[in-house]
């Protein structure tokens, strides 16, 4: 079982920035103090739901902050970034950091990004396959050219390889090995569609934590058929590590952590989701804040110790899924945030065990 965090950098009400992303700084260091395995940053643009704008950045500075904890992206948003200069980026990040870098890349929303960065709606509606292609490209081959509908120019030379890591990580295993020896690779999905093309090509997949495990297992049995189908051996196949990302909040009382996320987590829901805008003007179905929070607290482990490890045990043993990123800052609070963290250490893991 590999326990991580998943940090949105998100901007609760009266609060700052500033105030966010120091937050989710501490965080970071405070995950890696209590011995848990990952951090997953999220990316978002001109709303406060999250406001980390550059996923890459922050998990260089990040990795320059920390020694052994894996950083990954969930996600950068695909088609509001060249392919090339992501995958340049995935690279250089997996080569500073001794191999302690994952990608994880989405589709993103129909949201006002698309026109801001240019990519327009065409590239969310149809453009990822390439783009996604461009990127495994650019971290396997020495030199690669631009093919596609939306991407062509001459063949270049990759610099810097992805491949000539000269020191992997001591705990890095073959379910954090990337095409050909580079970062790890991770698609976010949440259709079908997206899962099919995560198995054609044997990435695994970031699920999201408004899934159950019912429909978690669903998609990773899914991906294991289109994966056979794809012609991947059966190693690569039930290897695959996939992860999934849910919520966290660690307390005594049986009922004190789904109190505590339903008093705070709705209002930053409320001003956060309320804040994105679609690039078409097409009609947005928005979450009750409220009962969002409340799923969440019913899905995920929010609770006790004994309590949140029998339900991550649960997932793991319905889902086939052993890889976790879960939100810790929904108390919008420091303090609080690095107390879930440090009993998720010292209070979950030795439960797993």
């Known amino acids: 079982m590999r326990i991580g965090t998943f940090v949105l950098a998100a901007q609760f009400p009266g609060q700052g920035p500033g105030e966010a992303l120091h937050r989710a700084v501490r965080s970071t260091e405070a995950a890696e103090e209590s011995g848990l395995d990952s951090v997953w940053l999220a990316e978002h643009h001109f709303v406060p739901y999250g406001v980390c704008p550059s996923a890459t950045t922050l998990a260089a500075l990040l990795l320059g902050r920390t020694r052994r904890i894996r950083v990954g992206t969930a996600v950068s948003?695909?088609?509001?970034?060249?392919?090339?200069?992501?995958?340049?980026?995935?690279?250089?990040?997996?080569?500073?950091?001794?191999?302690?870098f994952s990608l994880g890349v989405g589709r993103g929303g129909p949201w006002v990004d698309?026109?801001?960065?240019?990519?327009?709606?065409?590239?969310?509606?149809?453009?990822?396959?390439?783009?996604?292609d461009l990127v495994l490209d650019w971290l396997r081959e020495p030199r690669v050219a631009g093919r596609g509908e939306r991407f062509g120019f001459r063949e270049v030379a990759v610099v810097p390889r992805a491949d000539e890591l000269l020191v992997a990580p001591a705990d890095a295993g073959p379910d954090t090995a990337g095409p050909g020896g580079g970062p790890e690779i991770v698609v976010a999905c949440t259709s079908p569609r997206s899962v099919r093309l995560a198995a054609a090509r044997a990435l695994p997949m970031l699920l999201g934590m408004h899934c159950g495990d019912e429909e978690k297992a669903e998609m990773v049995a899914l991906w294991r058929t289109a994966a056979r189908e794809a012609g991947h051996p059966p190693e690569v196949v039930e290897g695959a590590a996939h992860v999934s990302a849910g919520v966290a909040q660690i307390a005594d009382g049986a009922g004190d952590a789904?109190?505590?996320?339903?008093?705070?987590?709705?209002?930053?829901?409320r001003?956060?989701?309320d804040a994105h805008v679609t690039v078409d003007g097409r009609h947005r179905v928005m979450r009750d804040p409220v009962a969002y929070t409340e799923l969440l607290c019913?899905?995920?482990?929010?609770?006790?110790?004994?309590?949140?490890?029998?339900?991550?045990?649960?997932?793991?043993?319905?889902?086939?899924?052993?890889?976790?990123?879960?939100?810790?800052?929904g108390s919008g609070d420091l303090a609080a945030t690095e107390e879930n963290v440090r009993r998720l250490g010292a209070d979950v893991l030795p439960l797993l065990t």
């Open 77 to 100: 948003v695909l088609p509001n970034h060249h392919p090339v200069a992501l995958a340049e980026q995935a690279a250089l990040l997996h080569l500073t950091s001794g191999g302690r």
């Open 114 to 132: 698309l026109e801001v960065f240019g990519g327009g709606l065409d590239a969310y509606e149809n453009g990822f396959p390439e783009a996604l």
């Open 258 to 269: 789904t109190e505590m996320l339903v008093k705070t987590m709705p209002g930053w829901l």
């Open 271 to 273: 001003q956060g989701l």
């Open 298 to 329: 019913g899905l995920h482990p929010v609770g006790t110790p004994r309590l949140a490890a029998d339900r991550l045990a649960a997932t793991a043993e319905r889902t086939g899924i052993t890889r976790f990123a879960l939100l810790v800052e």
